[in-house]
C-alpha cells in the first residue's frame, strides 16, 4: 500500500476511506506543519495531502533531486502556499479540489456582504452587551443591498458563482475585473482597470487567486478609489489585501466598511483591525460545512488514487 500522510485532521468519512485505500499516517495538529515535518515527509512517504498554511517552498524542495513523495494532493482549491514549479522541478505532482468549494465560499461572500452591508456584526455585539435600548427610525442605518452595483475582483469559479447570486438573488449590476477577458452567461461588464471598478461599486469583493501576481492588488490606491459608502468584502486569500492600507482606511472612515474571511498573516489578525466596529472578522469559514469538506476530501482521495494507479490525477495543476 502507498504510504500517505494527511497533515490535518479529515471528517470521518474520508479518513476511514482513506484507510481502506492507503498507509496512512494522520498528523495529528491542527497547526501548519513545519519545514522539518515537511521535509521528512517528502523523505518518508508517497503521497503528501497538504492544506492551507503548509508552505512547500523552493527551499523546502531544494535539498532533494527526486524525493520519495511524488504527489501533494492539497486538501483546498488554493496552492499559493505551494511552489508548484519547484515541486515540478523535482518531479512531485500537485493537485487540488475546484469545485467543491465553489458555492460554499460564493455563500459565504453573501454572508459578508450582508453582515458588512447592513452593520450585523455590530448589532449582535450590541445585543450581546445589554447597552440596546430598543428599536427606532434611525438605529443603526446600513447599506441596503439590492439592486446596487458589485465589482467582482476575480471572475473564475467563486468569481462567478458570486456574481450570479448577487444578479438573480439581489437584482446588482455585475461589473468584474479578470486578468484575461471572461465571457459569462449573465449580465456582466467586464473592466480594465482595477481602479475604475472600485470607484464605480457599491461593493467590492475580492475572489482572485493568491500568489505573487496578486499579492496586495488591492492597495491604498484601489481603496482610496472606492466610494465614501462602499464596502469591501475578500473571500480569497489575506495577502491580495494591503491589510495595513485596510485598517487605515477603516479608521478614518473612508470606506463605509469591510467583511473578511481571509487575513494578510493568518492566524494572526492586528489588534487594530479587531478593535473596529466597521468590519466583520470570520474565522477562515469559506468552506465549513461537513457536506463540502466531505467533498474536498473524495477528491483528495481521487487524486492520491489516480496517481498510484498509474493515471493522471483528475485535478493536476
Not at 117 to 127: D, F, I, K, S, T
Not at 232 to 244: F, K, M, T
Request: aromatic residues 6%; charged residues 20%.
Amino acid at each position: 500500500m502507498p504510504k500517505v500522510l494527511i497533515s490535518r485532521r479529515l471528517p470521518d468519512s474520508i479518513l476511514n476511506a482513506a484507510y481502506e485505500m492507503f498507509d496512512v499516517e494522520l498528523r495529528d495538529k491542527t497547526t501548519p506543519m513545519t519545514p522539518a515535518e515537511m521535509r521528512s515527509g517528502l523523505a518518508v512517504y508517497d503521497g503528501i495531502m497538504p492544506s492551507l498554511g503548509d508552505q512547500f517552498s523552493a527551499d523546502i524542495f531544494a535539498e532533494f533531486g527526486r524525493p520519495r513523495c511524488k504527489i501533494l494532493a492539497n486538501f483546498g482549491v488554493g496552492i499559493n502556499h505551494i511552489d508548484v514549479e519547484a515541486a515540478r522541478a523535482h518531479g512531485v505532482k500537485v493537485t487540488n479540489t475546484p469545485g467543491a468549494v465553489t458555492d460554499a465560499t460564493a455563500d459565504t461572500a453573501m454572508t459578508l456582504i450582508l453582515m458588512s452591508a447592513r452593520r450585523a456584526a455590530e448589532g449582535e455585539r450590541l445585543v450581546r452587551s445589554g447597552a440596546w435600548e430598543g428599536w427606532h427610525p434611525t438605529q443603526m442605518l446600513g447599506l441596503h443591498v439590492t439592486a446596487k452595483t458589485v465589482g467582482i475582483v476575480g471572475m473564475g469559479r467563486i468569481g462567478q458563482a458570486i456574481a450570479r447570486r448577487c444578479h438573480f438573488g439581489f437584482g446588482m449590476e455585475v461589473l468584474f475585473f479578470n486578468r484575461s477577458a471572461k465571457e459569462v452567461d449573465f449580465p456582466a461588464r467586464q473592466m480594465d482597470n482595477l481602479n475604475a471598478l472600485a470607484a464605480a461599486v457599491d461593493i467590492l469583493v475580492i475572489a482572485t487567486p493568491g500568489g505573487a501576481e496578486t499579492h496586495h492588488l488591492v492597495n491604498t490606491e484601489v481603496l482610496a478609489a472606492m466610494q465614501p459608502h462602499a464596502h469591501l468584502v475578500n473571500i480569497a486569500r489575506g495577502d491580495v489585501v494591503d491589510e495595513a492600507a485596510l485598517i487605515a482606511a477603516l479608521q478614518a472612515r473612508r470606506i463605509g466598511g469591510a467583511g473578511l474571511d481571509v487575513y494578510e498573516f493568518e492566524p494572526q489578525v492586528p489588534l487594530a483591525l479587531r478593535q473596529l466596529d466597521n468590519v466583520t472578522l470570520l474565522p477562515h469559514l469559506g468552506t465549513s460545512t461537513l457536506e463540502v469538506r466531505e467533498a474536498m476530501g473524495r477528491l483528495v482521495l481521487d487524486n492520491l488514487a489516480a496517481h498510484f494507479a498509474g493515471q493522471p490525477p483528475p485535478n493536476l495543476l
